[in-house]
Nanobody, 120 residues
Framework: QVQLVESGGGSVQAGGSLRLSCAAS????????LGWFRQAPGKERERIAT???????SYADSVKGRFTISKDNAKNTLYLQMNSLKPEDTAMYYC??????????????WGQGTQVTVSS
């Protein structure tokens, strides 16, 4: 059974915004750290933002100040608001759950991914 389902990717011009969503099962949403990763062609997968079950957030330096991770408890949904997008943000974006309620970098499950393309 799929536990994480992303949506919201697409194409946008540099400087624009997109919001990604990740619908999680109640079990996953309430028990585990959730986060966003991305992988550009020819590059390693990069962890860009995480949020613990308690709401503590962390960001990669590459997105700090431009991206915001958040959760909607009523909808069991994780979001990534992406502002001031740059061409180098172009990548496949993945939602993931960790193995603990706190965020330690571990990954228990991946979503299927959603493509974000930023043109200059």
């Amino acid at each position: 059974q799929v536990q994480l389902v992303e949506s919201g990717g697409g194409s946008v011009q540099a400087g624009g915004s997109l919001r990604l969503s990740c619908a999680a099962s109640t079990y996953t949403y309430n028990r585990y750290c959730l986060g966003w990763f991305r992988q550009a062609p020819g590059k390693e997968r990069e962890r860009i933002a995480t949020i613990s079950t308690a709401g503590s957030t962390s960001y990669a330096d590459s997105v700090k100040g431009r991206f915001t991770i958040s959760k909607d408890n009523a909808k069991n949904t994780l979001y990534l608001q992406m502002n001031s997008l740059k061409p180098e943000d172009t990548a496949m974006y993945y939602c993931a759950s960790g193995r603990n309620s706190y965020c330690d970098g571990s990954v228990r499950e991946w979503g299927q991914g959603t493509q974000v393309t930023v043109s200059s």
